[in-house]
C-alpha cells in the first residue's frame, strides 16, 4: 500500500510528543525535522516539502493559545490539515449535473488509461445511474481496441469503435451515444512512452471538437518524481481537469500523490487501488490524510460496506437476527458478503489505530480465516447448521475431521455462533421496545448486521 512508510514515520514523530502538556519550542523543531525526512524520503516533491514543513512551523509557533486542546494534540490538528490541503482541500467530482458527460483519459503509455476507462464506466452506471459508452480512439497499439472491448464485455458498457482515424472514431461516437440514449461518454486515446508533438496534436483536435467536460491526466504512482513532470506538460498541452492516480495499491511511496496539486494545481479525482473492475475509488483528501496520519478510514470502510453488500439481503438477515431464526447457513452467506470487502488486512487496515495496535502483526494475519470458518461449516449437515444446539461432541469430531480442522477450532467457532445468538436475543427484545426501535433500527439498517 502507498504511504505505509510515510505514515508510520509520520505517526512515529506524532506520538513522541503527542502524551506532552507542553511542546517546547525545540520538540517542535525536531519535529518538523522528521516531517521533512519523513516527506523527502517518500518522494515528495523537495519545493512541496519545504513550503509544508514552513507552514506547519508557522502555524505551530502560536499553539499555546487554544485552550481546548493540548499544545500536541493542536500540532497534529495542523499537520493533519496542512496534509489535507496539500492534497487538494475537497473531493472533486468527475460527475458534472448536464444531460451528456464526456470525459476524456489522456497519459502516457501503460498509465492504466483503458483500465480506468472501464473502471470508470462501471462506477458511473453503478453508483449514478448512468448510461456510459465507452469509445475506442487508441488505434496505433495493436490489441488496444479490443483490450477495451473485452472490458467492455466484462462490465456490460458498450464500446464504440469504426476503422477511422480518431477524430472521426470520436465523432461518430457521439452521435451513437446521442442516438443511443447513452449520457456517460468515456473516450480512451493513445498513449506515447514519451509526450510528443504528434500524440498532442492529436489530443488537441479531440478536445478541441468535443470540448469533453472532463480531461483526466492518468497517472502511473509508481514513477514517482517523474509525473510531476509529466503532469506539467500535459497540463500545459491540454489544461486538464483533473487527475487519475493509479497503481496507488503498489509498494508506491506516494510522493507523487503529495506533489502534484501543488504543482499543477489541478485535483486529483480518483484513485487506482487494483487490477479489478471495482478498484477505482473517488480521491478524498480528508480521509487519505488521517489515513497517513493512522486516524483511520472509517468512511471508505462504510462506503465499501454499503456498495458491496446486497442491501436486499442485508435486511433479510436483519429480521432473521431479530427473530432469532439466523442459523450457520445464514452466517456463511453473511461471511461470503463480507468478503467482498477486501482482505481482512484491508479492512482492518481502515480502522483507526488498527496499524499500530500492540500484538497485533498484520503479517501475521492468516487470510484464511475465512476459508477455515467456511469450511467447518459445509462440514455440518443441514440439520445441523440449522440447529446448531443439536451439534454434541461426537458430531463436532466428525466436523473436525470432515474440514481436516481442529475441534479446538470447531467449538470455538459453535461458541462464537451461540455468543451471537445470545447479543442478538437481547438487541431483539429492545428492538420490540416502540421507543428504541427507530434509533436502533438505523444502527443495524446502516452497519454490518454482526
Ligand atoms: N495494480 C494496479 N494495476 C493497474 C491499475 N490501473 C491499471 N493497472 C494495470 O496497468 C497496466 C496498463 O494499463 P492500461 O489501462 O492498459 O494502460 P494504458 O494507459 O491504457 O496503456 P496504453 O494504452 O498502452 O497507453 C494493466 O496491466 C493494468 O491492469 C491500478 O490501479 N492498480
Ligand atoms: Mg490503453
Known sequence: MAFENLSERLQATISKIRGKGKVSESDVKEMMR????ALLEADVNFKVVKEFVKKISERAVGVEVMKSLTPAQQIVKIVNEELVELLG????????????????????QGAGKTTTAG????????????????????????????????????VDIPVFYVDKPPLEIVKEGLKYAEDNNLNYIIIDTAGRLHIDELLMNELREIKEDVNPDEI????????????????????????????????LDGDTRGGAALSIKSIINKPIKLVGMGEKMNDLED?????????????????TLIEKAQSSIDENEAKKMQEKMLNQTFTFEDFLAQLNQIKKLGSIKDILG??????????????KIDEKQFTYIEAIIQSMTVEERQNPDIINVPRRNRIAKGSGRPISEVHKLIKQFDEMRKMMKQFGGLMNNKNKRKGLGKFFGGSLPF
Not at 448536464?98 to 497519459?107: A, E, P, S
Not at 480521491?283 to 468512511?299: Q, Y
Not at 481502515?350 to 503479517?363: E, F, I, T, V
Open 34 to 37: 522528521e516531517i521533512r525526512l
Open 89 to 108: 482541500g475537497q473531493t472533486e467530482e468527475v460527475l458534472k449535473n448536464k444531460k451528456i458527460n464526456t470525459v476524456m483519459m489522456v497519459g502516457l
Open 119 to 154: 473502471k470508470l464506466a462501471l462506477k458511473v452506471k453503478k453508483n449514478n445511474k448512468k448510461r456510459p459508452l465507452l469509445i475506442a480512439a487508441d488505434i496505433y497499439r495493436p490489441a488496444a481496441v479490443k483490450q477495451l472491448q473485452t472490458l467492455g464485455k466484462q
Open 216 to 247: 483526466l491526466l492518468v497517472v502511473d504512482s509508481m514513477i514517482g518524481q517523474e509525473s510531476v513532470n509529466i503532469a506539467k506538460s500535459f497540463n500545459e498541452e491540454l489544461e486538464i481537469s483533473g487527475i487519475v492516480l493509479t497503481k
Open 283 to 299: 480521491f478524498h483528501p480528508e480521509r487519505m490524510a488521517s489515513r497517513i496520519l493512522g486516524m483511520g478510514d472509517v468512511l
Open 350 to 363: 481502515m480502522l483507526p489505530g488498527m496499524g499500530k495496535l500492540k500484538g497485533l502483526d498484520m503479517s
